[in-house]
């Protein structure tokens, strides 16, 4: 029995070390800061310019960024519940605009650089035509929505002026919770008390030179004062081509 079991290794050794085997390859994180565990006084992050209401707080996680139109948020590195680390990204909501009878808000947290989610400056730099993936864990008191904004240009233009949509491009993409596509909602975050892993998909553009990944609160569904989300451990990654020898 012993030399059976010996040939047996032996056999097994030599197949999984010979040329024609490889281990699947695990996709190479291009975000610079994850997990969000390095963090820097409001005074040293990168962006120049905090816009729309954005409010920072002491700390903020480089390698991330916020984006703000409506409303006013806390946008900062919070250490109250990660969901591994020190440290995850927060936004807390602080008030909505008022318009007419109603407020409004747009606000939401950006993976993919230190941008404010307008100008492509400090974001991730994509190949036009190649295929990405992302994940990120989320929890939160309010429902948030997925979609990712590229953009075709250097320098945008900025976003006072509406010809801003020429420049750059936003797209809904499906997300898959816990490894299952959702079927209702394609783009959609329910508010959750637990941490949950979102992921999804996309294609960069023909021309796109750079791009992001933006959860933002989802305008269907009013926040309240004091509601929060946070995001950690994220990844996007390129997705790289299967060959035919690969396959076999």
Not at 155 to 184: E, H, M, Y
Request: with cysteine; hydrophobic share 35%.
């Amino acid at each position: 029995m012993r030399y059976y079991v010996l040939i047996f290794s032996v056999l097994a050794s030599t197949f999984l070390t010979s040329p024609g085997f490889s281990e699947e390859k695990k996709p190479i994180n291009l975000l610079k800061n994850p997990g969000a565990e390095t963090v820097v006084e409001t005074n040293k992050y990168p962006i120049r310019k905090f816009l729309h209401g954005i409010e920072i707080g002491k700390t903020v996680p480089l390698g991330w960024g916020y984006f703000g139109l409506f409303g006013k948020a806390a946008w900062e590195a919070s250490d109250k519940s990660p969901h591994s680390g020190k440290y995850c990204v927060q936004l807390t909501i602080i008030d909505g605009k008022q318009s007419n009878n109603r407020k409004l808000y747009t606000m939401a947290i950006v993976i993919g650089g230190e941008t404010n989610g307008y100008m492509p400056e400090n974001s991730l730099k994509v190949t036009p035509g190649e295929k990405y993936g992302f994940s990120f864990w989320f929890k939160g008191d309010f429902a948030a929505k997925v979609y990712v904004r590229q953009w075709c240009s250097e320098k945008d233009i900025p976003p006072n002026n509406f010809a801003w949509s020429k420049k750059r491009n936003n797209q809904d993409v499906r997300l898959s919770c816990d490894g299952r596509k959702l079927t209702a909602g394609k783009n959609r975050i329910p508010p959750s008390n637990q941490w949950r892993k979102y992921s999804g998909e996309f294609t960069a553009l023909p021309n796109a030179k750079y791009a992001v990944v933006i959860v933002q609160n989802n305008h269907a569904l009013t926040p309240q004062k004091g509601q929060k989300i946070m995001l950690d451990d994220a990844a996007i990654y390129k997705i790289e081509k299967t060959s035919k020898k690969d396959k076999e």
